[in-house]
């Protein structure tokens, strides 16, 4: 129930600043303080937390990588030094994620405030807050250096994108596919910067041979539950692409977002087939596209139409319902399950 009071406070929210013409956040800062509370106060709740308690642990008996990133492992290990609990380490780390969202939204423009409130929130905030806290800090990152590729303040976008993969090495993902969306595909000087980029992939991934080859082999082990694994993910996809398809942008970037998005959502289909690393990738691909929407947007100096409004709001609907289903699968399932919701033990 608490979940659902969330997912309506930021309906309401949005449907506030909208009719304020969204010259105030009041709102969406009310609604995000709220979901703080819940994620701040909960229990054994969020299906990776007991996992993340127990790294915690291990890591306050001594600083060590233990196959995990650099930036999440010493940012971590600073909190430990200062809680000395692994429980309250744990979210803690949650709270930088909500900080970063307080900054996006003071910083934000009409679309930001709109795709965020509409899409972002709804989608993930409980799975990055409460359960994929890694993936949850490079999300923030990601959409904070979107952010400041807008306001012109390239240096820093740079930085907290290369941040980003400190956290959660699959970040790279989303910073290639917010790239390739950026980049003008017909422009003589980027046939030089393809293989710069391709040759500096590489290298990442051969200086970070051993972490990639044991997520390979663990995917291995966890197939994809059948066919139909990541639909949820492909409908909200495809709301979205039908919303640029209809959008008032103009036809050279509705060419270039589509055939991006399109064609990576069904590579990733393809692999989740075989591999539980294609739904991770759906999952990536469902978080950075709308920000190449985004960005296309703020290129041209476009305000979203209300057709591109329509689509992030019924994209967002949908994320909401298929995680709530996924919540009431997996009630009692594991130590730390989304439900039933219980508080700390204080």
């Given at each position: 129930m608490i979940y659902l009071i969330g997912w309506s406070l930021l309906v309401i929210s949005l449907i506030m600043t909208s009719l304020a013409g969204f010259r105030t956040s009041c709102f969406i800062y009310c609604s995000l303080f709220f979901l703080l509370i819940i994620s701040f106060f909960r229990g054994l709740v969020?299906?990776?937390?007991?996992?993340?308690?127990?790294?915690?642990?291990?890591?306050?008996?001594?600083?060590?990588?233990?196959?995990?990133?650099?930036?999440?492992?010493?940012?971590s290990w600073l909190l430990l030094q200062v809680t000395d609990s692994a429980s309250l380490t744990v979210r803690l780390v949650?709270?930088?994620?909500?900080?970063?969202?307080?900054?996006?939204?003071?910083?934000?423009?009409?679309?930001?405030?709109?795709?965020?409130?509409?899409?972002?929130?709804?989608?993930?905030?409980?799975?990055?807050?409460?359960?994929?806290?890694?993936?949850?800090?490079?999300?923030?990152?990601?959409?904070?250096?979107?952010?400041?590729?807008?306001?012109?303040?390239?240096?820093?976008?740079?930085?907290?994108?290369?941040?980003?993969?400190?956290?959660?090495?699959?970040?790279?993902?989303?910073?290639?596919?917010?790239?390739?969306?950026?980049?003008?595909?017909?422009?003589?000087?980027?046939?030089?910067?393809?293989?710069?980029?391709?040759?500096?992939?590489?290298?990442?991934?051969?200086?970070?041979?051993?972490?990639?080859?044991?997520?390979?082999?663990?995917?291995?082990?966890?197939?994809?539950?059948?066919?139909?694994?990541?639909?949820?993910?492909?409908?909200?996809?495809?709301?979205?692409?039908?919303?640029?398809?209809?959008?008032?942008?103009?036809?050279?970037?509705?060419?270039?977002?589509l055939f991006l998005g399109v064609g990576s959502m069904f590579a990733f289909w393809i692999i989740s087939m075989f591999s539980y690393a294609g739904l991770r990738f759906l999952d990536l691909l469902s978080f950075s596209f709308p920000l190449c929407v985004l960005s296309a947007y703020s290129n041209r100096g476009l305000e979203l139409g209300k057709l591109m409004k329509l689509s992030f709001f019924i994209a967002g609907l949908i994320a909401v319902v298929m995680s709530y289903r996924n919540f009431l699968y997996e009630e009692g399932i594991g130590p730390s399950p989304f439900l039933p919701y219980r508080l700390i033990a204080l």
């Amino acid at each position: 129930m608490i979940y659902l009071i969330g997912w309506s406070l930021l309906v309401i929210s949005l449907i506030m600043t909208s009719l304020a013409g969204f010259r105030t956040s009041c709102f969406i800062y009310c609604s995000l303080f709220f979901l703080l509370i819940i994620s701040f106060f909960r229990g054994l709740v969020g299906t990776d937390t007991y996992a993340y308690e127990l790294i915690m642990d291990r890591l306050s008996n001594g600083f060590s990588l233990a196959g995990m990133e650099p930036g999440f492992v010493f940012v971590s290990w600073l909190l430990l030094q200062v809680t000395d609990s692994a429980s309250l380490t744990v979210r803690l780390v949650g709270c930088i994620i909500f900080g970063a969202l307080f900054v996006y939204l003071h910083r934000s423009d009409k679309n930001e405030k709109f795709l965020l409130v509409s899409y972002i929130l709804p989608a993930f905030i409980y799975q990055y807050t409460m359960n994929g806290l890694r993936v949850g800090i490079a999300a923030m990152l990601i959409l904070l250096a979107t952010q400041q590729f807008r306001r012109m303040k390239t240096s820093s976008a740079y930085i907290l994108g290369a941040a980003s993969l400190t956290f959660h090495y699959s970040a790279l993902v989303s910073l290639i596919l917010i790239w390739a969306s950026k980049v003008y595909w017909i422009k003589v000087s980027n046939i030089l910067v393809v293989p710069i980029v391709m040759l500096s992939i590489l290298v990442f991934f051969y200086a970070n041979e051993g972490y990639f080859s044991h997520k390979f082999i663990s995917y291995q082990d966890f197939d994809s539950p059948s066919t139909f694994s990541g639909v949820g993910k492909i409908l909200t996809l495809l709301v979205i692409f039908f919303g640029v398809l209809v959008s008032n942008l103009f036809a050279a970037d509705k060419a270039k977002l589509l055939f991006l998005g399109v064609g990576s959502m069904f590579a990733f289909w393809i692999i989740s087939m075989f591999s539980y690393a294609g739904l991770r990738f759906l999952d990536l691909l469902s978080f950075s596209f709308p920000l190449c929407v985004l960005s296309a947007y703020s290129n041209r100096g476009l305000e979203l139409g209300k057709l591109m409004k329509l689509s992030f709001f019924i994209a967002g609907l949908i994320a909401v319902v298929m995680s709530y289903r996924n919540f009431l699968y997996e009630e009692g399932i594991g130590p730390s399950p989304f439900l039933p919701y219980r508080l700390i033990a204080l």
